[in-house]
């Protein structure tokens, strides 16, 4: 079938909506009913051959009292697909009621005729209870041609049933004789799809959420593929989306491997795993696998939370795809993510988020702050990575605080930087700015892999493909740009042969890295003794020892001197820790010439808490040198407790791709004054004349 055939029955569809649910239902929920009832008309259409005999073998196994699962393979085998309706009624059928209440009756039987499968997409759908009663609501006319409303469904199955629009695998003739080709699975998913992506940038507002452009899957699905393509063999892969919405990335995905297999003559069955939070989102994604026919054993689709319902725990994939949730919340995952249903994320144990041990760290945990998940889930596919031969290649796309958000020793930086120690990168690449429907910041595709090229191993390669793209004639929501086939031709050819180019940079993963340490100043102190100060620590030292210190204190010339000697004048008498900071803060007198306070249990100086800085060195450095060259020259007596520090990684596409714009020269900035000077003057010669 052509494209051209194709887009007619496409537009015939989403025509329906405007001609028969106008008024009746909001333009945002038109999916609601179109989406449903294509499905719907394409199982009945194929369905229709064979439904006197479903009938007949369900009517003889009636009183055998079969498991559901027996009978669903009995049923499946007469129907010659993977579902079955098992009441009286073919769509066509239910057009011939003659009361509202008759279609009603006969059109919930019919619903609940299908198979299990079928009744989930419905129940998921809400069909039942929202789309349903909306369509039989018999209130009210239509406010457009009089027509009462309770024949809206009576219209819509009339539009479904038309001798022009053929849903059904097997040709037929229209109304006029004309022969109207059939629809295979194939032809049958392109034209859903394309309804589900018109449904999207209809509802620009949603469409970020269930919808990832397809110039983005294709890209995505090319790095993951390409690569390896000459490693391909005859056998069976498989294809894992953590966050799959309705199913696109898994089915691009499908359909390049096919390609690929193609080309090089293999025999390759790809098994399709997913999981999705939202039910209407699922009931789509498993809507498209019916309708192309898949087998059960080749899609698995879940609907239940990724983060703490993982349906795919302990498996693993040979390719992994996702676009999860950025900037979402995942606070309400914590209580059913911990083993003892708390709400402190420092509870949870999922191996998937928390390796202890790791860097000697008992508790390493890879937790994000609760406002941003995005992260967990790259972190899920990672633990699903196979080990054998060919391992796992992932795509994921994320915002930008994927690559720099966390300090050290905070999870987002754990997460990096577990990934990167265990040369986990291939590569990170910047996509254009308002390339996405609901979101205009920049987004990356994050690019790993556990089987690095040998000219790879503990390197990582980032691209900055943010102008690579061309203009949309109208914008979708957010969207403005796509990447167009050279754009991404230009991405693949840069992860086929690595190297620095002005778009691109291959560095070591250390070079990411970096340890924050603290660099301290020795607290150096006098005292300064004053009728005034006594009186302010009077008021604060402990009722025991007031009398004493005062005692000693009162008897000091009211004068400046050393800590010291303070502190030797008061050498009899027990002092806490509490008095002594009380000491230092009334009588105390900072002073750069002032002699050091002393030593803590360490050996080191004590330290000057206001003085502290954080330093960040690059791993790829000493400490040592870091501090010879950009600290001791300034300040002599810093000094580092703690030299090991804290390891961190984070990501900056600025500081390799940033390009400021040209200074003007000074001979055009003098024009510039020269050309305002003159018309300044002009301006203030017609005023003056004017008032002469």
């Known amino acids: 079938m052509s494209d051209f055939d194709h887009n007619a029955i496409v537009s015939y569809i989403w025509g329906i909506a405007n001609d028969v649910l106008r008024d009746r239902f909001v333009r945002g929920k038109y999916r609601d009913v179109i989406l449903p009832m294509t499905v719907l008309r394409r199982l009945d259409a194929v369905l229709e051959p064979t439904k006197a005999d479903v009938l007949a073998m369900a009517q003889s196994e009636a009183g055998k009292k079969l498991t559901g699962d027996t009978l669903k393979k009995l049923l499946c085998s007469v129907s010659g697909c993977g579902y079955y309706n098992t009441s009286p009624y073919t769509m066509a059928d239910l057009t011939r009621a003659s009361t509202l209440e008759q279609l009603e009756a006969n059109f919930m039987e019919y619903l609940r005729g299908f198979s299990a499968d079928v009744q989930e997409i419905l129940t998921r759908f809400d069909f039942y209870n929202v789309t349903f009663p909306k369509l039989m609501d018999v209130r009210g006319v239509n406010d457009d ?206 191996d998937r988020f928390v390796k202890p041990g790791y860097a000697d760290d008992p508790d390493y945990a890879m937790l994000p702050d609760t406002g941003d998940g995005q992260m967990l889930f790259l972190l899920n596919m990672v633990n699903k990575m196979k080990t054998d031969e060919l391992g796992s290649r992932i795509a994921s796309v994320h915002n930008g605080s994927s690559l720099f958000t966390g300090n050290a020793g905070q999870g987002e930086s754990n997460a990096r930087r577990y990934l990167l120690e265990n040369d986990l990168v291939e590569a990170i690449i910047q996509l254009p700015e308002k390339i996405f429907y609901n979101t205009g910041i920049a ?187 950009e600290v001791l020259p300034y300040a002599q007596d810093s000094f580092v407790p703690d030299v090991d520090g804290k390891i961190g990684y984070e990501i900056s596409f600025n500081r390799y791709f940033y390009k400021p714009a040209p200074l003007r020269s000074i001979a055009d900035i003098i024009a510039d004054i020269r050309t305002l000077d003159a018309g300044s003057d002009v301006i203030l010669n017609s005023i003056i004349g004017g008032n002469q």
Request: net charge negative; charged share 30%.
């Open 145 to 350: 041609n009089g027509t009462p409303r309770a024949e809206i469904l009576t219209a819509l199955l009339g539009k479904y049933l038309s001798p022009t629009l053929n849903l059904s695998p097997n040709p037929k003739k229209d109304g006029k004789g004309n022969e109207i080709p059939g629809l295979d699975n194939h032809a049958m998913g392109t034209v859903f799809e394309e309804l589900l992506r018109r449904f999207n940038e209809e509802n620009n507002e949603e469409a970020g959420e269930h919808f990832t452009p397809r110039d983005i899957v294709t890209l995505m699905a090319d790095i993951i593929f390409e690569p390896i393509a000459e490693e391909l063999k005859h056998g069976t892969y498989s294809l894992y989306d953590g966050a799959c919405g309705s199913g696109g990335m898994l089915t691009v995905g499908e359909d390049r491997l096919k390609l690929l297999a193609k080309e090089r003559n293999l025999r390759i069955n790809l098994q399709l795993f997913g999981q999705e939070i939202n039910p209407e989102t699922y009931a789509i994604a498993k809507a498209d696998a019916l309708i192309k026919g898949r087998a059960d054993n080749e899609f698995h689709i879940s609907c239940a939370s990724t983060l703490s319902a993982d349906s795919c725990y302990g498996k693993s994939f040979n390719f992994m795809m996702s676009n999860p949730p950025y900037g979402k919340s995942w606070g309400t995952e914590v209580k059913n993510m911990t083993a003892n249903g708390t709400a402190n994320k420092k509870d949870i144990t999922d």
């Open 443 to 629: 987004t990356y595709i994050w690019l790993l892999t556990n089987r690095k090229k040998e000219s790879m191993r503990g390197k990582v390669q980032l691209i900055d493909a943010s102008k690579w793209c061309r203009p949309l004639r109208k914008n979708l929501g957010e969207r403005n740009c796509e990447m167009a086939p050279e754009d991404r031709a230009r991405v693949l050819d840069l992860i086929l042969n690595p190297r620095n180019t002005e778009n691109s940079i291959v560095l070591s993963n250390e070079e990411l890295g970096y340890r924050s340490i603290i660099v301290e100043r020795p607290l150096r102190l006098s005292a300064e003794i004053s009728a005034e100060r006594l009186d302010q620590l009077k008021d604060q030292l402990p009722e025991k020892q007031r009398d004493a210190i005062m005692s000693v204190l009162s008897a000091l010339p009211e004068d400046s001197m050393s800590w010291v000697a303070l502190e030797k004048s008061l050498k009899g008498i027990k002092l806490t820790k509490k008095i002594s900071d009380e000491l230092r803060k009334t009588l105390g007198v900072k002073a750069a010439d002032a002699p050091v306070l002393g030593t803590d249990k360490s050996g080191y100086p004590i330290a000057d808490a206001e003085l502290r800085e954080t330093e960040q060195i690059p791993l790829t450095e000493s400490v040592t040198d870091f501090m010879e060259r």
